[in-house]
C-alpha cells in the first residue's frame, strides 16, 4: 500500500519567507509525527498530533513553527519568517496508536533557506 | 528525555555477523526498546523492538540484557545494503510514543 508522503521534496526559499511542508499519512493512522534533522545529526522531535489536535506540541523550537492536522488525516507544517538556522530535512510519520506501534516515516522534504 | 548511547560508527565485513551495542541505563520498567535505521536520503525506518524478551524477526535479532540496561541489535549477515545509521531509542508509554532520537551508529559494511 502507499506509505507516507511528503511535499515538496525540496524547497528553497528566501529568509524571511513563509513556508509550508505537508504530509500525506498512512490512511487510518491515528497519530503523526513531526521531525526535523539538521545533518549529521538524528531526527529531533517537533510535534505529535493524535487525530486532529496536537497532542504535544512542546518540540517546536519557538512561535514561528506551528501545524495543523484540521481533519485528522493531511498535516501541514508551517514556518513564518524563515531563518538560515531552519534549513534541515523535515521528516514526517504516522502510525497507529500505541507504545508497540511501529512509525512509517516519509521521505522528508529538504528545506534550504538562503 | 529518555537517553540511550551508542557508538558513533562501526564496520562489518559483508556477510558476517553484526552486533551494534546499545546502553539506555536510565530505562524504566514500561519502557519499549525500539531500533530503526536510515539509510542514505531516506527517512528511518523500523527494524526491531522489545520489551524484556529477546526478540527476532526476518530483518535481525534484538538482544536484552537481563537488567535491561543495555540492548545489542544483531544482524545476523550483513549485506551492503545494510550500510546505514542504526539507532537504538526507547519509547515511553505514557508519553505520545514520540521518538527521541540520539545520533545513531553509523554502519559501514566492507565488500
Known amino acids: 500500500g502507499a506509505g507516507v508522503s511528503q511535499t515538496p521534496s525540496n524547497k528553497v526559499t528566501e529568509k524571511g519567507k513563509y513556508v509550508e511542508l505537508r504530509c500525506d499519512p498512512i490512511?487510518?493512522?491515528?497519530?503523526l509525527y513531526w521531525y526535523r534533522q539538521s545533518l549529521g545529526q538524528g531526527p529531533e522531535f517537533l510535534i505529535y498530533f493524535q487525530g486532529t489536535g496536537a497532542a504535544d506540541d512542546s518540540g517546536l523550537p519557538n512561535d514561528r513553527f506551528f501545524a495543523v492536522r484540521p481533519e485528522g488525516s493531511v498535516s501541514t507544517l508551517k514556518i513564518q519568517r524563515t531563518e538560515r538556522g531552519d534549513s534541515a530535512v523535515y521528516l514526517c510519520?504516522?502510525?497507529?496508536?500505541?507504545?508497540?506501534?511501529?512509525?512509517?516515516f516519509g521521505p522528508g522534504t529538504r528545506l534550504t533557506v538562503t | 528525555d529518555a537517553k540511550t548511547t551508542q557508538p558513533n560508527s562501526m564496520e562489518s565485513n559483508e556477510e558476517e555477523p553484526v552486533h551494534l551495542p546499545c546502553n539506555h541505563s536510565t530505562i524504566s520498567g514500561t519502557d519499549y526498546i525500539h531500533w530503526y535505521r536510515q539509510l542514505p536520503s531516506q527517512g528511518p525506518e523500523y527494524v526491531i523492538h522489545?520489551?524484556?524478551s529477546n526478540v527476532n524477526n526476518r530483518m535481525a535479532s534484538l538482544a536484552i540484557a537481563e537488567d535491561r540496561k543495555s540492548s545489542t541489535l544483531i544482524l545476523h549477515r550483513a549485506t551492503l545494503r545494510d550500510a546505514a545509521v542504526y539507532y537504538c531509542?526507547?519509547?515511553?508509554?505514557?508519553?505520545?510514543?514520540?521518538?527521541?532520537f540520539g545520533t545513531g551508529t553509523s554502519l559501514t559494511v566492507i565488500p
Open positions: 531509542i526507547l519509547r515511553v508509554p505514557n508519553t505520545g510514543n514520540q521518538f527521541y
Open positions: 490512511s487510518g493512522h491515528t497519530a
Open positions: 522489545g520489551l524484556t
Open positions: 510519520a504516522s502510525s497507529p496508536t500505541g507504545p508497540q506501534a511501529k512509525q512509517y
